[in-house]
């Protein structure tokens, strides 16, 4: 069974801070993961991929990956209100498959 | 710009009815997804197609879903008969082919059974 974790929340930071969202998935051999954010009503969107080790920084964001404690986090720093959203962890995961998995969700609320 | 289109965005149904969704994935993507969410179970995977063959499909009820992909820019996803509790949000994702890709997602389509 392919499995992706989320500490599912609800995540409360106040504006300005910086939010730590964590995943951890299952399978040792993937090499894709994705971190999409999904506002209320609307489709996910990605918003951050990475694909080796260590960290990878877009603006405010920053994915990290440690292949080693299949584990991927995504920072968000100097929160915003407009970042409060579901953030959503997808691991494609390896081999023939390719099949792309979701966890459950972070719901992240930037307290004004 | 290459999108993922779905129809219908909105789908109300009387429990027992037909309900087909269809799914345009962004040309050239060769993985197309299919997925459910609902508030209690978060995405879940329906099934999926690599080069239009059906690679998994454990995660859809056999008895009423069905998903097919009939050429390289369409695919189907059907139920029948409809229950209210398949109301939900069904989506559709395209990955090109390659292990680093991005998935992308349509609009979603909103089937609410009565």
């Known amino acids: 069974q392919k499995e992706v974790e989320q500490n599912s929340g609800p995540l409360s930071v106040p504006e300005g801070a910086i939010a730590s969202l964590n995943c951890t998935y299952s399978?040792?051999?993937?090499?894709?993961f994705f971190w999409y954010r999904q506002y209320s009503g609307k489709s996910p969107e990605l918003i951050m991929f990475?694909?080796?080790?260590g960290d990878k920084e877009d603006g405010r964001f920053t994915a990290q990956l440690n292949k080693a404690s299949q584990y991927v986090s995504l920072l968000i720093r100097d929160s915003q209100p407009s970042d409060s959203a579901t953030y959503l962890c997808a691991v494609l995961f390896s081999g023939s498959a390719r099949q792309l998995t979701f966890g459950s969700g972070t719901q992240l609320t930037v307290l004004p | 710009d290459a999108r993922v289109t779905q129809t219908p965005r909105h789908k109300v149904t009387e429990m027992g009815q037909e309900v087909t969704m269809r799914c345009q994935p962004i040309l050239g993507h060769n993985t197309v997804f299919w997925y459910r969410q609902t508030m209690m179970q978060g995405l879940e995977l329906l099934a999926y197609?690599?080069?239009?063959?059906?690679?998994?499909d454990s995660g859809m009820p056999k008895d009423r879903f069905s998903a097919e992909m009939p050429d390289a820019t369409l695919a189907t996803l059907k139920i029948q008969p409809s229950e209210p509790r398949d109301s939900a949000v069904y989506f559709c994702?395209?990955?090109?082919?390659?292990?680093?890709?991005?998935?992308?997602f349509g609009q979603g389509t909103r089937l609410t059974v009565v």
């Open positions: 197609f690599r080069n239009r063959a059906p690679l998994d």
């Open positions: 399978d040792r051999g993937s090499q894709s």
């Open positions: 994702a395209s990955v090109a082919e390659g292990s680093k890709t991005e998935a992308f």
């Open positions: 990475i694909y080796s080790n």
